[in-house]
């Protein structure tokens, strides 16, 4: 048996989406949480570490359900094709660095997608940032059923049935309905995550038996409703809508960064930016009326896309999903809790007795939250201060 260990924490917010609660204590033994309670009724403990976190928060580690991990989001054009047309060994170093930043950021857990050569599903365990994040691969991305075929050791499917929204909106699915079903009654034990956008092609998306729906531009509240009954996983992607908002009006593409926008040279386009500010509302709306119906929700970026970034985008994710009226515990249980269940990612999740001690410390007051995730004041894995998140970084030159 190890050794107790035990966390003071002046807020909890365990990812189950229950209330916040004050003044705790975390036990921990051999990496599990045994128990959780009042800081006032804190055990005698002699002879054991106590840290004391009662001007922190403790809350689970972030979960993006979307990201190209393998895909520089430079704004710079040049940048990302050098990128995409780099060697087996540029690849892999901007795939280290991609973990990084989501490790820094807080973001242990991702579903990595269109990764053709399998770079990322080899690439887990590897020091010495292997073990610091839980990755799930779909392999390439299914764009046509030739596509299929590469996917037979892939932890999930996911399938572009529609155009991306940043692509167009109305375009037609790529795939044909028959496609679709003949692909989701060939997938097995795996699950699979649909991008579809539009009243029909989610709905046929949802007939044929997805597990999860991506983006789901305009698609309406009664494919919510359906979404709701059959417990289908719904990923709204609302930094994708919001970065085409600021890019129409700000003249080019845009970079996420929480507080600042970095928009690259261009002229404002009026019309594109009338209709991506329709396309965030009515997403805004959907993500509202998703809450009323009980539809499981999860937060998913799109990272390795133009402008966003892997790791730090999942903060701007969770602040439209607290604008679209959403509370903060509910908002913290789909960047974690949500998104760890649905891939299967037994040492994230909600922090709760007998699960894994796996959390993140921020400073200050929960009205700060998420703005203060994007400075941490530490990550625990398994129980203990993670060996290589750094609060303060060496710069190398």
């Not at 699950?191 to 698609?219: F, H, P």
């Amino acid at each position: 048996m190890g050794v107790a260990r035990f966390i003071v924490a002046g807020s909890l917010i365990d990812g189950s989406g229950g209330e916040i609660r004050r003044n705790v204590f975390l036990a921990m033994r051999n990496g599990i949480i045994t128990s959780i309670g009042s800081a006032a009724d804190l055990p005698p403990t002699p002879g054991t570490t106590i840290v004391d976190l009662s001007h922190c928060i403790i809350l689970p580690p972030l979960v993006d359900c979307s990201v190209s991990m393998t895909r520089s989001p430079a704004l710079d054009r040049r940048v990302r094709s050098a990128a995409d047309e780099g060697g087996l060994a540029d690849k892999a170093a901007m795939l280290e660095q991609h973990i990084g930043y989501c490790h820094s950021h807080g973001v242990l857990g991702v579903a990595d997608c269109d990764d053709p050569i399998g770079l990322t599903a080899r690439y887990p365990g590897r020091p010495p940032l292997g073990d610091s994040i839980e990755i799930r691969t779909s392999g390439p991305l299914i764009r046509n059923p030739e596509d299929y075929a590469g996917t037979a050791d892939t932890d999930f499917l996911k399938i572009a049935y529609s155009t991306d929204i940043e692509e167009g909106d109305a375009a037609p699915p790529r795939l044909s309905p028959e496609d679709l079903h003949r692909i989701m009654g060939q997938k097995g034990g795996r699950k699979a995550v649909v991008v579809a956008n539009g009243r029909q092609q989610v709905a046929e998306a949802l007939s044929a038996g997805c597990d999860a729906i991506e983006q789901g531009y305009l698609m309406g509240e009664g494919n919510l409703r359906k979404m709701a009954e059959r417990q289908v996983l719904w990923i709204p992607s609302l930094v994708r809508a919001r970065n085409g908002l600021d890019g129409a009006s700000g003249g080019g593409d845009v970079a996420c960064r929480f507080s600042t926008r970095y928009v690259a040279p261009g002229k404002s386009n009026p019309g594109a930016e009338a209709l991506w500010k329709k396309l965030l509302a009515d997403q805004m709306a959907q993500l509202r009326l998703a809450g009323k119906l009980g539809v499981t929700t999860a937060v998913g970026t799109g990272a390795g896309s133009i402008g966003i970034l892997h790791g730090e985008s999942v903060v701007e994710e969770m602040k439209l999903f607290i604008k679209a009226g959403w509370s903060l515990e509910e908002t913290v249980r789909c960047a974690t809790e949500n998104g760890a269940r649905f891939f299967g990612m037994k040492k994230l999740g909600a922090l709760t007795i007998g699960h894994q001690a796996t959390f993140l410390i921020t400073r200050g007051a929960v009205q700060q939250l998420p703005r203060k995730l994007a400075y941490l004041e530490g990550v625990y894995i398994d129980g203990v201060p993670s060996a290589t998140y750094r609060k303060n970084p060496v710069k190398r030159v």
